[in-house]
């Protein structure tokens, strides 16, 4: 099981380093999870080919070129195919570095949330402490103790993006 999860490890790094970004817009990695999320097979290649209305070029905002471009990438490194019907599918491979995406996704936003709540049971307690001892005026304490709170929560909502 170790020699698999290295494996796989090195070849994700491997894929990053060979295509991290498609075109302006997108990199693989978001194409591959959106697939994934909208499993089973909401996304197809059609029988024209893919066009800027395509559903998925769509909702990533990217063009069908780039889209197109991406969906090649994924297929020649065997993260997608298609069936016979020419709906996208993930591969077991694709699947996993898709899973992985996500478990690395919540465990960002996990950490951001222990942050943020981190971050506010200090400037409390600052505050508190600052408090007591009578030294500042209270309402130049509350006015600080605001602009912290907010500049946690500009801060908390650039990381989300």
């Given at each position: 099981m170790g020699?698999?999860?290295?494996?796989?490890?090195?070849e994700t790094l491997k894929l990053k380093n060979t295509f991290e970004k498609v075109g302006k817009a997108k990199s693989w990695k978001e194409i591959l999870n959106e697939i994934y999320n909208s499993l089973p097979s909401q996304y197809g290649r059609g029988t024209k080919g893919?066009?800027?209305?395509?559903?998925?070029?769509?909702?990533?905002?990217?063009?069908g070129f780039e889209l197109e471009q991406c969906l090649m990438f994924l297929s020649d490194q065997k993260?997608?195919?298609?069936n016979e019907n020419n709906w996208i599918?993930?591969?077991e491979k694709g699947f996993n570095i898709a899973l992985e995406n996500e478990k690395h996704?919540?465990?960002?936003?996990?950490?951001?949330t222990i942050t943020v709540f981190t971050a506010f049971l200090v400037i409390t307690n600052m505050f508190n402490f600052f408090l007591s001892l009578k030294i500042y005026d209270s309402y130049m304490l509350l006015y600080t103790y605001t602009l912290l709170l907010l500049v946690v929560f500009f801060i908390v909502k650039r990381k989300l993006r």
């Open positions: 020699k698999f999860f290295k494996k796989e490890l090195t893919i066009d800027d209305n395509h559903p998925l070029a769509k909702k990533l905002k990217i063009s993260l997608i195919y298609y599918g993930l591969t996704k919540s465990n960002l936003q996990l950490q951001l």
